[in-house]
């Protein structure tokens, strides 16, 4: 499998556009010394891998993400989003045209394939509102700041991302209004009212701000 398919010119073409992870339990092969590009190398004999110890603790960790289920054999190529690692495709064909398939299926899903710089770039954003969220005081105010106009250009993993970051966000804005809506119901509407103008400060531009701002208005007519 690995000199027919893994090694051809043009799965590793492909390669430069994914990362390529070998779960495999079975070390019942064995390592060699082997010469790659001029240097000596000790190395899996199947995978060309350092060792075949780390396909070996690959293969437990995915177990234990649970992202391996139902995978009886190999191979089983097993393409995930890079994101949430949500299983996208599963393939048991060992050609080279199989995997070039399955590949393309794939991006088609998640967008062209761009560099590390120029995804890390884009994504920045993202990071800094999921830095922002983080803690035991997110800031809600300066997360939908940091997502204002965000491109994903054309990444639907990160479009799928950010709306993710923002379903988040307007979550714990819905929870804020659940809690003013007892407070005032418990007849506390000095600490609702704080409460409805922090909402409305720091979910501007939102249906959480609308909703603050009228039950603020409720609230002083009663």
């Known amino acids: 499998m690995w000199k027919t398919v893994f090694s051809h010119k ?3 073409k492909l390669s430069y556009d994914f990362v390529a992870v070998v779960g495999h339990g079975n070390t019942a092969h064995k390592e060699g010394d082997y010469v790659v590009n001029g240097k000596k190398e000790h190395l899996c004999e199947v995978y060309n891998l350092p060792n075949c110890k780390s396909h070996e603790d690959m293969r437990n960790e995915m177990n234990r993400r649970n992202l391996l289920p139902g995978v009886r054999g190999t191979p089983t190529h097993i393409v995930y989003n890079p994101h949430d690692l949500k299983e996208i495709s599963r393939e048991h064909g060992q050609s080279v045209s199989a995997i070039e398939k ?3 299926a794939a991006q088609k899903t998640l967008g062209k394939p761009i560099t590390w710089k ?4 884009t994504r920045k954003p993202l990071d800094e509102a999921r830095e922002l969220l983080s803690g035991d005081k997110p800031d809600y105010r300066k997360a939908l700041r940091a997502l204002k106009g965000f491109d994903a250009k054309g990444m639907k993993a990160l479009e799928l991302e ?3 970051i923002k379903n988040e966000i307007l979550a714990a804005g ?10 005032i119901e418990a007849g506390d509407k000095g600490k609702a009212t704080k409460l409805l103008r922090t909402l409305a400060r720091d979910f501007a ?4 701000e609308s909703e603050a701002k ?3 208005a409720e609230a002083k007519a009663e």
């Open 10 to 12: 043009d799965i590793i």
């Open 102 to 104: 399955q590949i393309a």
């Open 118 to 121: 120029d995804y890390s770039k």
């Open 162 to 164: 950010v709306e993710q």
């Open 174 to 183: 819905e929870k804020g209004l659940a809690d003013a809506r007892e407070l």
């Open 205 to 208: 531009g939102t249906d959480i």
């Open 214 to 216: 009228k039950l603020l």
